[in-house]
């Protein structure tokens, strides 16, 4: 089966500008992270260090117990989810400016082509 490399390249420039759509989507999903994570982080941090914490550990043990392990996993969660954003951050970043890159120079290649076989006429 033979392809022509016009469909190639027209299927390739789809598949990229879908994912340039999506990628609001993807920053969205980032800045959460990047926000709502060390708000979590945060407030467990609080409540495990908190005076009256110690308190209710002494005084409601299998309730305190329960409470240490639902903090530690939103500590552990909010901890990779951080980590998850700041790389997704990170790659969309790097593909933006790719995606520029490549923009400008398909832009460069259509005027050498055009400029080369007097397409602008």
């Keep these: ?25 993807m920053l969205g999903v980032s800045i959460s992270a990047l926000i709502l994570a060390p708000f979590a982080i945060g407030i467990s941090v609080y409540l495990l260090t908190h005076p009256k914490f110690l308190h209710l550990v002494e005084n ?20 990779i989810w951080l980590v998850a954003g700041i790389q997704q951050f ?21 005027e050498s082509i055009s400029s080369e076989y007097n397409l602008d006429e």
């Design 90 to 110: 990170r790659s969309l970043s790097s593909w933006n400016k790719r995606y520029c890159d490549y923009l400008k120079k398909r832009e460069d290649l259509d």
């Design 60 to 79: 409601e043990t299998e309730f305190a117990l329960m409470l240490i392990l639902f903090l530690t996993i939103v500590l552990v969660t909010s901890g």
């Design 1 to 25: 089966m033979a392809y022509n490399r016009n469909d190639i390249l027209s299927s390739m420039d789809s598949f990229i500008e879908k994912i340039q759509r999506m990628k609001g989507l």
